[in-house]
């Protein structure tokens, strides 16, 4: 049997879910591949175009604008599994509905942010808050306002993402995110070698840049394949709005504590050690974050794919899925490994003597990142499964928890800027064994969720 047929069979014999499923992991390997390796370049370009102390800065308010980002996560991940029954129904009048009740939404909220940010400089010193040092505070404040309130504004044009992703086109969304940061590296570079080192210049590039592509991008999708759906103020639904914020609303909860868990270690450095400890911590993060962006790419086509395989009960489908996923996922275990013990030639290469990295912080990174993508497997297929009671209720004891556990690391036990990193490692177990729980129970039900069969009733 020749090569080529034999891969024809193979193909053959793949379900049209699953074909869907690698086909988007295919195309967001070479695609995301890029927006890592670009954004690799950003950092270097960045550390020296600014001071360590100004890029210190800089990684405190991308940490600062991350809290913000669970807003508009919320209410895309709200739609994003409404859509996918409307999709595959037909269904273009509701799912129109539902688009232009949720760009309402995303328009309210991305006022009142824009109104509270505003209003905030009057009220707070960010620079203080956290323990930002700098000898120009009031420019700190000043970009820090600009920058939340540029990030406001692009919750009215991120929810073509959603739509997107609804839409198990997961490989566009990695098109228009590498074009966002291809345009800000290349932007970064000519500033860089054509004027003195400006803090605010960076904070211009990277709010002007999204912006500019989400719009591009709304206005093309909505006037092409995405024109039966194109959001309109007349076919806005109010009585929607209280089902959307309540879905929303879950994920919003999950989101914050999320967002607190995996993404505000810099802002937890820079309140306890202050903001000159947070470049080594952001620097290595970024390193084994390489490979969480690695397993993103593999694990976000399955949310949707979870989503139509619940509806349709085809819990055959899911099992086998989740075997694979768990085999991937101990390969990519093996993978952090390796990365911790080439590590120091690493940053030796990429970032030099400029800021050494604890060996030690890059252990617990690799602990984390092992017991993250694990957690990523069964936590998407609850997301999927719209399951999320005892999720809401497990974060919500964690979050209790997880705050004096960071305090108790970076006061009493001295762990440094790992103490973040070893709360997130036990924080992801925590999760990791709530999630497999729902899992299993679902499999022995085999019910489909009464989320769905509402909608479908409906």
Not at 222 to 242: D, K
Request: charged residues 10%; hydrophobic residues 55%; glycine residues 6%.
């Amino acid at each position: 049997m020749s090569m080529k047929r034999f891969f024809i069979q193979r193909i053959n014999r793949i379900d049209t879910r699953s074909l869907l499923v690698y086909r988007n992991i295919i195309e967001s390997i070479f695609l995301k591949g890029a927006s890592v390796l670009i954004g690799f370049v950003t950092v270097t370009l960045t550390v020296q175009y600014i001071p360590v102390n100004d890029f210190g800065i800089w990684m405190t308010i991308t940490f600062l604008t991350s809290w913000f980002s669970l807003v508009d996560v919320s209410f895309g991940n709200g739609l994003r599994n409404n859509l996918v029954l409307f999709f595959n129904h037909g269904d273009d009048t509701s799912a129109r509905e539902h688009i232009s009740t949720l760009y309402f939404l995303s328009a309210l909220c991305a006022l009142g942010l824009c109104l509270l940010f505003g209003l905030a400089p009057g009220l707070v010193d960010w620079t203080t808050l956290l323990h930002i040092t700098s000898d120009q505070p009031a420019r700190i404040n000043a970009i820090i306002t600009y920058t939340l309130i540029g990030f406001s504004l692009q919750l009215v044009l991120k929810p073509i993402n959603s739509i997107l992703l609804a839409d198990q086109r997961t490989a566009t969304v990695a098109r228009i995110m590498l074009l966002i940061n291809a345009l800000i590296v290349v932007l970064i570079y000519l500033v860089s070698v054509m004027s003195t080192p400006s803090l605010l210049l960076i904070a211009h590039i990277s709010n002007t840049v999204p912006l500019l592509v989400f719009a591009l991008a709304s206005v093309y999708f909505f006037r092409t394949q995405y024109a039966r759906v194109r959001p309109a103020f007349r076919h806005i639904r109010f009585e929607l709005t209280g089902k959307l914020l309540n879905v929303s609303g879950q994920f919003f909860f999950l989101q914050l504590i999320s967002v607190l868990v995996f993404t505000s270690g810099g802002l937890f450095i820079s309140f306890f050690l202050g903001s000159g400890h947070v470049a080594p911590f952001s620097i290595a993060n970024k390193y084994f974050s390489l490979l969480t962006f690695l397993y993103g790419i593999v694990i976000t086509p399955y949310w949707s794919a979870f989503t139509d395989a619940c509806v349709k009960q085809d819990i055959d489908w899911i099992q086998e899925t989740m075997r694979r996923l768990n085999r991937l996922s101990l390969a990519m275990a093996a993978l952090a490994l390796l990365m911790f013990v080439v590590a120091q030639p690493v940053f030796a290469f990429w970032i030099g003597p400029k800021i050494p990295i604890p060996v030690g912080l890059c252990g617990w990174l690799t602990a984390y990142v092992i017991s993250f993508i694990f957690l990523s497997n069964y936590n998407y297929f609850v997301n999927g499964a719209g399951q999320l009671g005892p999720l809401v209720r497990a974060s919500l004891i964690g979050a209790v928890l997880y705050v004096p556990l960071n305090y108790l690391l970076f006061r009493y036990a001295q762990a440094g800027p790992a103490s973040v990193v070893i709360a997130g490692t036990i924080w992801n177990c925590f999760l990791l064994i709530v999630c497999v729980g729902q899992y299993r129970r679902f499999i022995h039900n085999r019910a489909q969720p009464s989320v769905y069969a509402d909608l479908l009733s409906h």
